[in-house]
């Protein structure tokens, strides 16, 4: 039960994190991951690294419910999916608006 509840609180932050991002205000993103983006793409750049963040957060809750429903001997696999997709989706938001990670 202990790691249900572990999930579903980071799960929340990171949605909260997500929606925060994904309304276009970046302001949770450390400054250095967006020095290099243009201030027309910010909103852009905060949209898809918000959707990076909710992904994962969406991903830990259903794991957990996964976990609530069938047991704590299932395997995650919600939630390697979800990891799969928040470094895809910020790979592509760091290699598109941020032309790179350095």
């Given at each position: 039960m202990k790691k249900e509840i572990i999930l579903i609180?980071?799960?929340?932050?990171?949605?909260?994190?997500?929606l925060t991002n994904r309304n276009g205000k970046p302001s949770v993103i450390h400054w250095y991951n967006y020095a290099k983006v243009s201030e027309s793409?910010?909103?852009?750049?905060?949209?898809?690294?918000?959707?990076?963040v909710l992904s994962l957060g969406c991903a830990m809750l259903l794991t957990s419910v996964q976990f609530l429903l069938f047991g704590p001997d299932q395997i995650p696999v919600l939630l390697g999916f979800?990891?799969?997709?928040?470094?895809?989706?910020?790979?592509?938001?760091?290699?598109?608006?941020?032309?790179g990670f350095l």
């Open positions: 609180v980071i799960g929340l932050i990171l949605c909260v994190v997500g793409d910010r909103p852009k750049y905060g949209r898809a690294m918000g959707n990076a979800g990891a799969a997709s928040c470094m895809a989706l910020t790979l592509h938001a760091q290699l598109v608006y941020n032309k």
